[in-house]
């Protein structure tokens, strides 16, 4: 088990060994496994979560039509299958990358799970909860706020989503 950390530290910025997979790479496997995801009609968004060592713990696709589950977002079934590998609830020192904005559900769960730093790629004007529509994520008013960094292979990112939107008009 690992120990618990206080709560809502903050990413040791600074203290990133040079063997860490960067901010590109993360996003590059998230955009992976979206691509891969199983035809369901899903949305192809993909999120992957890595531990303070760079070690990933777990990846998921949206999958929201396959499940038939609102909540089934690629954030939230990354993060429930990190946890459950880490046999806790916390994710502190982690890294959630998405290809695209979270929502308001995963940026609460984001939080919920002490994760330190969010990745995304692509804004989501209409829904995202990391910048856009809100910024739930940097909400002063939360004890704990992960480190943000968006628009990481933005290009690729959005070019996911509009090749399945015109394949789906
Ligand atoms: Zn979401």
Do not use: Y
């Amino acid at each position: 088990m690992t120990p618990a950390l206080d709560d809502g530290s903050p990413a040791p910025a600074g203290a990133v060994a040079s063997d860490l997979p960067t901010d590109a790479a993360l996003i590059r496997r998230a955009l992976a496994i979206a691509a891969a995801a199983p035809r369901t009609g899903d949305v192809p968004i993909g999120a992957v979560v890595v531990d303070a060592e760079g070690r990933e713990l777990a990846a998921a696709c949206n999958a929201r039509e396959a499940l038939g589950d609102p909540t089934a977002h690629a954030e939230i079934l990354a993060l429930r299958a990190a946890a459950a590998v880490r046999g806790e609830w916390r994710l502190d020192g982690c890294t959630l990358a998405v290809t695209v904005e979270p929502c308001t559900m995963c940026a609460g769960a984001v939080g919920l799970a002490r994760v330190a730093r969010v990745v995304f790629g692509a804004w989501e004007p209409r829904t995202g909860a990391a910048g856009s529509l809100w910024d739930v994520l940097r909400d002063r008013r939360q004890n704990h706020r992960p480190e943000v960094v968006a628009g990481v292979l933005e290009k690729e990112c959005a070019a996911l989503l509009e090749s399945f939107f015109a394949d789906h008009r």
